[in-house]
């Protein structure tokens, strides 16, 4: 009877060993990957969840788009661009892909890609 015990309690230890190294994993999920504006619009934040996570940092982003992390937060904050008013500009500055790396508190980094549209254009008058 006690070496059954010894074995369940050997066993029972091998699985909650187990089952701990796989918490030491580390991910981070946004509410959404695609955000929409328009030209010049206030920023936006974008809520995210992270586990075993240090810290978030911007590696590109389209120029003219601005992006800041706060991670105390749990968010992002994304700023479009003014309107260009000319149109090569516009189709260039229209999509913008943020590229950003997730790093664990181990120091693993990690890549993540939010993608962001303008989806209107404000009526200039001059």
Not at 34 to 56: H, R, T
Request: one cysteine or more; hydrophobic letters at 35%; aromatic letters at 10%.
């Amino acid at each position: 009877m006690k070496k059954f015990q010894r074995l369940t309690l050997v066993l029972l230890s091998m699985i909650l060993a187990c089952a701990c190294s796989d918490s030491d994993g580390y991910s981070v999920q946004f509410d959404t990957t695609g955000m929409y504006f328009q030209w010049g619009d206030e920023p936006q934040k974008l809520s995210f969840a992270a586990n075993n996570v240090s810290s978030i940092e911007v590696n590109e982003i389209t120029d003219g788009w601005k992006c800041d992390v706060h991670f105390a937060e749990r968010c992002i904050e994304v700023t479009p661009p003014e309107d260009p008013i000319d149109e090569a500009l516009r189709d260039a500055k229209r999509r913008a892909t943020i590229t950003l790396t997730v790093f664990s508190t181990k120091g693993d980094g990690r890549k993540y890609t939010i993608s962001c549209y303008i989806i209107g254009d404000k009526v200039v008058y001059v």
